[in-house]
C-alpha cells in the first residue's frame, strides 16, 4: 500500500491529534491514549487502502508530484516571479487527479477549461483522458508557471499537445471567452476562492459551460470554513449557499480530500417519467 497520508484536510482529525496530544500531556488513562492512537492509525489505513483501491497516476504525473514537492517556492514568491508562495499541498494529487480523469472519461468530453493550474497535475491527469482532438484549456496568473509547466514538467508527456495554457486573471479571460461564444464540457474550478461565485455565474449564466457539461469545484469544505460555525460567514459558505439555491441545479458535494463539489443542470440529470 501507500504512504499515509501527510497532511489531513478534516479538522475532526486535528482535532483528534490535539486530544491525543492532551492525553499524552494529562497522563490519561492508557487505554484512552491506546484509542486516541487507533483511532489515527484507522484515519491512516483508511487512506493507504484508498490509494490501494485507485489506479496509479502516469510516470508523467508522477514527475510533476516529485518535482513540484522539490521546488523553492519560498525563494521564488521573495523574489517576486510568483503571486502567492505557493505550496505543494496545493496539487490536486493522486486520488483526486484519478476522480478527474474518470469524470473526463465518463462523460466524454472533449473540452475541459481547468481554472487554477499550478503545476499542471490536475490539468495533465484530465488531458490523459481526453480523446487526440480534444483540448484543455487551464489558466493561472504567473508567468513563470508557463514555462515551468509548459516546458518542464509536461515536456515528457505524449498528451501535451492537448494543453494549452493560458496566463492571466482568470475573470478577464472567462470573460472573453464567454464574448467569443466558447464552452467547455467540463470545468475545474481551483483557484481564487473569492472568485468561485464569479466563474460559476460564467459557466452557468453566460453558458461557458456547455449542454449537458458539468461543474467540478475543488476545496468545497476548505478547511471546514464551510462548515464550523466559529468560522463565521466565509466564501465557501456564501458560494456553497449559492449553490444550494439555486433550484435549477443538481449537486452533489464529495467527500474527497477537502471536497469537491459536482455541478450539473437538474435538466440533464432527472428525466421526465413516461
Known amino acids: 500500500m501507500s504512504q499515509p497520508v501527510k497532511r489531513h484536510y478534516d479538522p475532526a482529525v486535528k482535532e483528534f491529534i490535539t486530544a491525543l496530544r492532551l492525553a499524552e500531556e494529562t497522563g490519561a488513562a492508557p487505554e484512552l491514549v491506546q484509542a486516541l492512537k487507533y483511532g489515527l492509525e484507522l484515519v491512516d489505513l483508511r487512506w493507504q487502502f484508498t490509494l490501494f483501491g485507485t489506479s496509479n497516476e502516469s510516470q508523467a504525473c508522477r514527475n510533476i508530484l516529485e518535482e513540484t514537492h522539490k521546488h523553492d517556492w519560498k525563494t521564488l514568491h521573495e523574489q517576486g516571479k510568483t503571486t ?3 505550496r505543494p499541498g496545493m496539487m490536486s494529487g493522486t486520488l483526486e487527479g484519478q476522480f478527474l480523469k474518470s469524470i473526463v472519461s ?3 468530453a472533449k473540452r475541459v477549461l481547468d481554472i487554477g493550474m499550478f503545476t ?3 490539468a495533465l491527469s484530465m488531458a490523459e483522458a481526453l480523446p ?3 483540448e484543455l484549456v487551464t489558466i493561472d496568473q504567473d508567468e513563470y508557471l508557463k514555462t ?3 516546458e518542464t514538467l ?3 508527456s505524449p498528451h501535451q499537445n492537448k494543453i494549452k495554457i493560458l496566463i492571466g486573471k482568470a475573470p478577464e479571460i472567462l470573460k472573453k471567452m464567454a464574448e467569443q461564444k466558447e464552452s467547455f464540457d467540463i470545468m475545474f474550478l481551483d483557484a481564487d476562492k473569492s472568485e468561485y461565485l464569479e466563474y460559476f455565474k460564467f459557466a452557468f449564466e453566460q453558458n461557458l459551460l456547455a449542454p449537458n457539461g458539468t461543474v467540478l469545484v475543488d476545496n468545497a469544505y476548505r478547511g471546514g470554513d464551510g462548515y464550523i460555525p466559529s468560522a463565521g460567514e466565509t466564501v465557501t459558505k456564501t458560494f456553497v449557499k449559492a449553490v444550494h439555491d439555486n433550484s435549477s ?3 452533489v458535494l464529495v467527500p474527497i480530500r477537502d471536497g469537491v463539489l459536482m455541478i450539473r443542470r437538474l435538466a440533464d440529470v432527472e ?4
Open 148 to 150: 515551468y509547466v509548459g
Open 120 to 122: 499542471g497535475y490536475s
Open 271 to 274: 428525466r421526465a417519467a413516461v
Open 106 to 108: 465518463i462523460q466524454r
Open 132 to 134: 487526440d482532438d480534444g
Open 249 to 251: 441545479l443538481h449537486k
Open 154 to 156: 509536461l515536456a515528457n
Open 84 to 86: 502567492w508562495e505557493l
